[in-house]
């Protein structure tokens, strides 16, 4: 069984694989270059070195395709490469495409992204599972509340900088999560003094906590 859980965004994907086979996981992220702070792309470089981590930096959509921006078609163009793209990375994880449940964080729509920026989201989040369908035997495509998600993390209400504390804390006392090289990198070399969550460990740390919910909904028992 192959657990893939999805903090969608067209920036910054942050996708989470668990596999029941090997009880591991796997974090992969999807980011366009030169995204964070100076400080934030060396982390970015350190966590691309680790086995447990897959960092991908995006093309550079506006010299390949011309100014997405304006052109609806080569929106559409990236929405499908990225898509092509996030999925051959979980393939060259899992090297197979049967048994796989997925879910996607929903959309807050608190947020202050602005409704053509959400809709352009939600559009590349609908081509991705489109194209995931196709691709591999999904038998679970779930899209879950981001306050689902935190109150499984502890309270409904948090905002980033208390996810990321119980995920330093591993407050769901996940032994796996506690093996991981993204894990002790984020304790030993972050930790909790910090303003904002540096990018992409926000968006690594959403999917973990979804892939960890989406476990315990279907019935599985957590890895050993």
Known sequence: MNLVTVDFSLNSPGI??????????????????????????????????????????????????????????????????????????????????????????????????GTNNMIDMAAGAAILKEQMINRLEVKNL???????IKKHAGKGNMNKLALWVAFLNNIVESPELAKTSLFKYCVNEIGDEVKKVPKPFDDLVDAWFLNHYLLQQLGENLPD
Request: glycine residues 6%; proline residues 2%.
């Open 142 to 148: 779930l899209t879950v509340a981001p306050t689902t």
């Open 16 to 113: 989470c694989v668990w596999q029941s086979d090997t009880n591991e996981y796997h974090f992969i992220s999807y980011i366009k270059a030169g995204s964070g702070t100076k400080a934030e792309q060396r982390r970015q470089e350190e966590i691309a070195t680790f086995s447990d981590v897959t960092l991908v930096h995006q093309p550079d959509w506006k010299s390949s395709v011309g100014d997405y921006s304006k052109n609806e078609f080569a929106k559409i163009k990236r929405y499908i490469q990225t898509a092509d793209d996030i999925i051959n990375l979980i393939l060259g994880i899992t090297n197979t495409e049967e048994d796989y449940h997925i879910a996607f964080e929903g959309t807050s729509y608190g947020s202050k992204m």
